[in-house]
């Protein structure tokens, strides 16, 4: 007979052996100590085996809820990959019209065609929906780099302006999606986490064009002076995308530009110079939202509270810190080019300040760290407390931090030579310095274009600067530095990049071109290919 306990397989021995000797006719008394004896070495065993069998379990559930939770981290890390193991393949490919406008849902890669989004699911490609957007849309977060990975839902896109007329598409995972038109023309709008929609309205009378002078330069360009005292201020509100119902309103001022080449690209046409001052950009994140424009900076959590630090006389550039926050370098516009660096909480507050430019890893395992590397533009790479006590120096320096795990840092040195540090001291555990080249004479000179990570093998993609269409892939063991794996990437100019724990190949294709919609509206075509790798 077997019982069943706690799912383990218990099987009872004492209802396969013999009986108790007073239970058998004519058993012979002097053979009860020996039967005892087998009984009691039976028992023993059975116990034994029911310990082994229960660790067995323990030991299988616990790694069981390990890797549940690896895989959770990777899947919702930057850069972070279920598997580098081998060398990845093709899973399926899709096209698309507009190669720098992938976006991700769960379980989903969004493409565009035409005016028509496609939600491909993301194991197989299937053509899960199609949703009509209209226009010349731009979906889902604004973001730059490996922070433009974000997987959201909804997906939020705008239409672009059309005369008086501007709308918003709300589009969910399940393929449903509603439109409606923004109150009033918006200078500049970008979908926001949470189905959330950002718009900014210059407000006040348009001042004339600043004076510029222009000074041609060696290189053929021109340096320009000028200023300008005058500027609209913005009104910038974060809205439900769908329902229009305001979440918040600020106003941001505009502040007096002593050099307005600060502004964009000095244009000379004649004796005249000019710089666009009426351009305005929005980057929107999972963490906060972002303005900029000529005299006009500011940035903003998702409650709408303000994480820019810098004044009238520096520059200031934010972005989303990898162990959460808002980090914001700084730096003033003076010859010296010196840049420190502000951390923000999610509320807005200070959390540190640092007196280099913090660099963050291009990917991660998903594993937080109270460490804040700082350095780069020669000065050698050190690592803070959040509250901005130095832990350690290096006497190396590291332009780029390219993979962070809890056992090893990857960063590329000012050399070319790829090293692997020690998070606790900063001592370098392995360094590659055969793996990018640097040839002046022939002007070729190997660099990094994206890094991944599966928490023991670091994935980077290597460009040569002489060749366009030719990048590598190398897996490097992050225990000891060595080459797992090498392999060739296809296409001109690829870029990848990890949703969810999956490997997404994107290359864009010669041929753009411009149509219109029903409305009339213009559309970008930028034709290209999305691959998914596994």
């Not at 019209?97 to 197989?124: C, N, Q, Y």
């Not at 449903?176 to 950002?198: C, F, N």
């Not at 993979?403 to 001291?425: E, F, K, N, Q």
Request: charged share 20%; aromatic share 6%; net charge negative.
């Amino acid at each position: 007979m077997r019982r069943r306990r706690n799912d383990v397989v218990v099987f009872d021995l004492d209802a396969t052996a013999a009986p108790e000797p007073d239970e058998v006719p004519g058993a012979p008394h002097e053979h009860a100590g020996r039967t005892d004896g087998v009984r009691r070495r039976l028992r023993e065993a059975a116990a034994a085996s029911a310990v082994v069998v229960v660790a067995l379990a323990a030991w299988g559930v616990t790694a069981a809820v390990h890797e549940h939770q690896r895989v959770t981290r990777l899947a919702a890390s930057p850069g972070g990959v279920l598997s580098l193991a081998h060398a990845p393949t093709v899973r399926w490919s899709a096209a698309t019209d507009s190669s720098d406008a992938t976006a991700f849902m769960p379980g989903l890669v969004v493409v565009r065609r035409g005016t028509v989004l496609h939600g491909l699911d993301a194991a197989s490609g299937a053509d899960r929906w199609q949703v009509e957007v209209g226009g010349d849309p731009v979906c889902g977060l604004s973001a730059w780099g490996q922070e433009s990975v974000a997987v959201v839902d909804p997906l939020v896109c705008w239409g672009g302006p059309n005369a008086d007329r501007s709308t918003v598409t709300v589009v969910r995972a399940d393929g449903t999606s509603s439109t409606r038109d923004l109150d009033g023309p918006v200078d500049a709008a970008a979908g926001a986490p949470d189905g959330g929609v950002v718009t900014v309205r210059r407000t006040g009378p348009k001042p004339p064009a600043p004076p510029v002078a222009a000074t041609p330069t060696d290189n053929g360009g021109y340096t320009a002076s000028g200023s300008m005292a005058q500027g609209q201020d913005a009104v910038v509100r974060l809205e439900d995308a769908t329902t229009g119902e305001l979440r918040w309103e600020r106003t941001v001022p505009f502040r007096p530009v002593a050099d307005v080449s600060t502004c964009g690209a000095v244009q000379v046409d004649g004796d005249t110079a000019t710089v666009d001052v009426t351009s305005l950009s929005i980057a929107t994140y999972p963490s906060f939202v972002q303005i900029h424009a000529c005299g006009l900076d500011a940035g903003f959590t998702l409650s709408g509270e303000l994480t820019t630090a810098a004044d009238a006389s520096a520059w200031s550039w934010p972005q989303p810190y990898v162990d959460g926050g808002v980090l914001e370098q700084v730096g003033a516009y003076s010859a010296d080019q010196s840049v420190a660096s502000v951390l923000h909480g999610p509320d807005g507050s200070v959390v540190g300040r640092y007196t280099a430019q913090v660099l963050q890893p291009w990917a991660t395992d998903g594993t937080g760290s109270d460490v804040v590397l700082a350095g780069s533009g020669g000065v050698p790479l050190q690592a803070f407390s959040r509250d901005g006590t130095v832990r350690w120096r290096s006497i190396h320096t590291y332009p780029e931090v390219l993979v962070r795990t809890a056992g090893v840092i990857v960063a590329a040195r000012d050399d070319l030579a790829i090293s692997g540090l020690d998070p606790g001291t900063g001592g370098e555990l392995w360094t590659d310095d055969h793996l990018l080249a640097d040839d002046p004479a022939a002007g070729s000179r190997d660099f990094v274009r994206n890094a991944f990570t599966d928490g023991s093998v670091a994935l980077l993609v290597l460009g040569h600067d002489d060749e366009d269409d030719a990048f590598d892939l190398v897996a490097l063991d992050l225990a000891t530095g060595g080459v797992r794996w090498r392999a060739q990437a296809n296409g001109s100019w690829p870029s990848f990049a990890a949703s969810e724990g999956r490997l997404v190949q994107i290359v864009g294709n010669e041929g753009t071109r411009y149509v219109e919609d029903g409305d009339g509206r213009t559309v970008r075509i930028d034709p290209g290919t999305v691959t998914a790798l596994g």
